[in-house]
């Protein structure tokens, strides 16, 4: 238990200010205890102190009605003490304490500047627009108020709007994180009414589907004879499984060249994050990536991007990118095929070949289970070549 000089009357424990004050000894009689203490919800110095101030305050006040009312004063027998009498004797009570609680609102400002450092804008949005939907169908109240009502009303709403079962699974998730997040900085103890909501997750989910082989080539034919910056972008992913937005913020000096041939380094940069921390991984490039990095690099950008038209600010355009190449896509396979098809298809296509899973999962950057895994640098950029050559060659 440690005592704050710059927080007067608390105490912390386990990081959480608590309010604490001797009753005087002549006041002693009104309480059943000769201390107060409790929880100032909060584990940071500033709010603690102007809760530990005003609660102290409250009881000066106080103690001061209780002294005068033990005092042998004229005509007290006259006094309409009834109308004068203060607030009771218990500490603060909960509705004194729960206005102390933050709002939705600021915990989603706390959220932001603490956790928002380095993130990309579409982190702060994703909090600002799911925290907005729930203000806006149950209101900005303080975080200890919402209540398992609150939330059904919420996934109702949400329902109402036509949104699939995956848009909301991602909205009560960040919903979740900034009211977990805010709660665990304010030192609250509570059941989030956010969590363990019912709704049908399958709900409106199209699957995406993988690109058909005979597509793929159809496509990279038509990518050769455009030859321009979209479709260059087009053909380094169709042959490399990469996500869209690891290859749109792409350096050209993420490419390489060595005695085996091309290949690319997929890592974050401040413009572009990561979707994990097993997507970093280098490709050894065959097949159509080979045309793309080659055209990038004769084609040398003064910016540094290997595509600047989806680096014109300071992050990523993802969204850009996959809005014009899905639109471009469709009338080559079909309506529901997108360019994250592609990812889906080189995992097919290492499939049938017999990949190990291992392997696969290296070049496509998803995360193999099992302790083992984490042990080592994986395998030699030789063999990952091997495999995606025997993957993409015509049959």
């Known amino acids: 238990m440690t005592a704050y000089k710059s927080a007067p009357h608390t105490f912390t424990k386990d990081g959480v200010f608590y309010f604490v004050r001797r009753v005087p000894a002549e006041l002693q009689k009104h309480y059943t205890s000769q ?12 709010v603690a102190a102007a809760r530990a101030i005003r609660a102290a305050s409250q009881l ?20 309409r003490l009834n109308i004068s009498k203060p607030a009771p004797s218990s500490p603060p009570d909960k509705a004194s304490v729960t206005s102390d609680v933050p709002k939705l609102s600021e915990c989603v400002a706390t959220y932001i500047r603490l956790k928002g450092s380095g993130k990309p804008q579409t982190f702060r949005s994703a909090a600002e627009r799911s925290c907005g939907y729930v203000i806006d169908v149950c209101g900005d109240k303080a975080l200890s108020e919402y209540i398992r009502k609150d939330a059904n009303a919420f996934r109702d709403a949400l329902v109402a709007r036509g949104m699939a079962g995956s848009s909301i699974t991602r909205i009560f998730g960040t919903v979740r994180a900034v009211t977990n997040f805010a709660a665990s900085e304010e030192g609250l103890t509570l059941t ?7 709704y049908d997750r399958t709900a409106g989910v199209v699957d995406r589907l993988p690109i058909p082989v005979d597509s793929i080539r159809r496509i990279q034919a038509i990518c050769y004879q455009t030859d321009d910056e979209m479709r260059w972008l087009v053909a380094l992913i169709a042959d490399t499984g990469m996500r869209l937005a690891e290859a749109a913020g792409l350096l050209l000096e993420d ?8 290949y690319v380094h997929v890592k974050p940069h401040q413009w572009r994050r990561l979707k994990t921390t097993s997507s970093a991984r280098t490709i050894p490039l065959v097949g159509s990536s080979v045309w793309a990095a080659q055209r990038l690099l004769q084609n040398g950008r003064t910016s540094g991007f290997a595509f600047p038209r989806y680096n014109k600010t300071g992050q990523t355009n993802a969204n850009a990118a996959s809005a014009g190449l899905n639109k471009w896509l469709k009338p080559h396979v079909h309506q529901c095929a997108t360019m994250h098809g592609f990812r889906h298809s080189m995992r097919d296509r290492l499939r049938a070949v017999e ?38 060659k015509p049959t």
Request: glycine letters at 14%.
């Open 35 to 46: 201390k107060i203490a409790y929880s100032l919800r909060t584990k940071s110095v500033a």
């Open 60 to 79: 000066d006040e106080y103690w001061f009605h209780l002294r005068a009312q033990d005092a042998e004063l004229p005509g007290k027998h006259m006094l």
């Open 192 to 198: 989030n009414p956010f969590g363990g909501v019912y």
């Open 255 to 262: 490419f390489g060249h060595d005695d085996n041939g091309y």
């Open 355 to 392: 990949c190990p899973a291992d392997i696969v999962d290296q070049i496509g950057g998803w995360q193999t289970e099992g302790v083992g895994h984490g042990y080592g640098r994986g395998y030699p950029l030789d063999v990952l070549r091997r495999w995606l050559e025997t993957a993409v």
